[in-house]
């Protein structure tokens, strides 16, 4: 009798604590039953030589799991994040080869960044590339480091390289047959400066459907059905991602399925997860462009560029920040919102930066966090590339910022 003194009765038990069953122990969700008799019942002698004067009844009430706290140490790589989408069926093997191959190359290509100055990296190679651009010895060793990453994964059909004249087909495929295009060193001009810079990529599914222009007699068939395969607009990417190099280094990616992030980490030599689902602000107070091209600019652009510099009722006008990189740029904007634009002006008609390397796959990105990429009157990833050094406008980053833009240039 002593025990049923002390032992609450079902009501007490339930209602003197303000977490609900789920919350409680196993043992506390056991309810003592509404069986008990009193002690003067003639049989409660019996009872009381058993389970006690009290009867314990369990409500079979399952206990809710606790939720796992993440350890200190735990953590997401690259590799393991990837073979997570494969089994999830987001991508197949080949894609996770691909990628991880695509990131071997960036490691190697930051430390090439970290140790220019050292190694006798910086300055100019003295040979030109395909747009004319004077070539850093960094975008030539960057280019053979991108392409040997991609040949050796064995999965890659067809590479197109910024640096080279026309795409290549992949002779150690041994499965997969996916199309890499990449800009292996953009805004290498910053090299000597160590200012950031960064390598992207987009990767594609071969297809015979593009129209473009190959009546170039001196191509042989083989580089011509290269380059029908690999013009294709950007609505047709697989997956797209850059890697920075900066202070830190940070590889962003997009499978389709919203933008990761991933940092490097010295320590283990590994990308680390840092970013998940990362979302562009629906608007932004900063400008990413090149004002020095302001009076080779058409007026309704000159016009836009005035009224973000007008403070107007909030007495606080937009804040200009051009690194010169686009990768730099972009990722700034991705993080922090606005708008990044490289227009056409009277000395490029249609822009410097291309639609295959760099336009496509981070409108592609953008459009993934929830931005919006566009040439100033349609959607970049609707653009059908006609060559493959093919230039365009891009303006990219918030949507309200962009679809403010595109009113002015309408």
């Known amino acids: 009798m002593v025990a049923a003194a002390v032992t609450p009765s079902s009501s007490q038990l339930l209602c003197s604590s303000s977490r609900s069953i789920s919350q409680l122990s196993?043992?506390?969700?056991?309810?003592?039953?509404?069986?008990?008799?009193?002690?003067?019942?003639?049989?409660?002698?019996?009872?009381?030589?058993?389970?006690?004067?009290?009867?314990?009844?369990?409500?079979?009430?399952?206990?809710?799991?606790?939720?796992?706290?993440?350890?200190?140490?735990?953590?997401?790589?690259?590799?393991?994040?990837?073979?997570?989408?494969?089994?999830?069926?987001?991508?197949?093997?080949?894609?996770?080869?691909?990628?991880?191959?695509?990131?071997?190359?960036?490691?190697?290509?930051?430390?090439?960044?970290?140790?220019?100055?050292?190694?006798?990296?910086?300055?100019?190679?003295?040979?030109?590339?395909?747009?004319?651009?004077?070539?850093?010895?960094?975008?030539?060793?960057?280019?053979?480091v991108f392409s040997n990453c991609l040949r050796s994964s064995g999965r890659t059909g067809i590479i197109a390289s910024e640096e080279e004249d026309v795409p290549v087909a992949v002779e150690e495929s041994y499965s997969g047959n996916y199309i890499v295009v990449f800009d292996p060193l953009d805004g290498s001009s910053n090299i000597d400066a160590a200012v950031s810079t960064g390598s992207i990529f987009g990767i594609y599914s071969p297809t015979d459907e593009c129209l473009a222009d190959i009546d170039d007699e001196n191509l042989d068939s083989a580089a011509q059905k290269c380059i029908v395969n690999v013009c294709q607009p950007g609505s047709n990417l697989l997956a797209a991602g850059y890697c920075m190099y900066s202070s830190s280094v940070i590889f962003v990616l997009t499978v389709g399925q919203g933008v990761y992030a991933f940092s490097l980490d010295p320590m283990y030599g590994e990308f680390v997860l840092t970013q998940e689902k990362?979302?562009?602000?629906?608007?932004?107070?900063?400008?990413?462009?090149?004002?020095?091209?302001?009076?080779?600019?058409?007026?309704?652009?000159?016009?836009?560029?005035?009224?973000?510099?007008?403070?107007?009722?909030s007495g606080k006008p937009y804040s200009a920040r051009y690194i010169g990189s686009l990768v730099g740029d972009f990722h700034r904007t991705l993080l922090y919102g606005g708008i990044y634009g490289y227009p056409r002006d009277k000395k490029s008609k249609n822009g410097k930066l291309r639609l295959l390397y760099e336009c496509a796959p981070m409108s592609f990105i953008v459009e993934q966090?929830?931005?919006?990429?566009?040439?100033?009157?349609?959607?970049?990833?609707?653009?059908?590339?006609?060559?493959?050094?093919?230039?365009?406008?891009?303006?990219?980053?918030?949507?309200?910022?962009?679809?403010?833009?595109?009113?002015?240039?309408?």
């Open 369 to 410: 966090a929830g931005g919006k990429g566009s040439d100033g009157h349609a959607r970049v990833l609707d653009i059908q590339p006609t060559e493959i050094h093919q230039r365009v406008p891009l303006y990219i980053g918030s949507v309200d910022e962009v679809e403010k833009l595109e009113k002015y240039l309408a």
């Open 26 to 144: 196993p043992l506390q969700q056991c309810v003592f039953g509404s069986k008990a008799t009193n002690a003067t019942t003639p049989n409660s002698s019996k009872r009381n030589r058993g389970a006690g004067s009290v009867g314990v009844k369990c409500m079979a009430v399952a206990a809710e799991t606790e939720p796992k706290k993440k350890s200190g140490y735990q953590i997401t790589t690259l590799t393991c994040w990837l073979l997570e989408q494969e089994q999830k069926g987001v991508i197949d093997a080949e894609m996770t080869i691909v990628l991880s191959s695509i990131s071997l190359a960036c490691k190697q290509i930051a430390s090439l960044v970290q140790r220019a100055s050292i190694s006798n990296l910086t300055g100019i190679q003295g040979a030109v590339n395909i747009q004319g651009e004077d070539q850093k010895k960094l975008d030539v060793v960057s280019n053979e």
């Open 278 to 313: 990362v979302q562009i602000p629906k608007a932004g107070k900063i400008y990413s462009f090149n004002e020095g091209n302001y009076q080779l600019w058409d007026d309704k652009l000159k016009k836009y560029m005035d009224d973000l510099k007008d403070p107007g009722p």
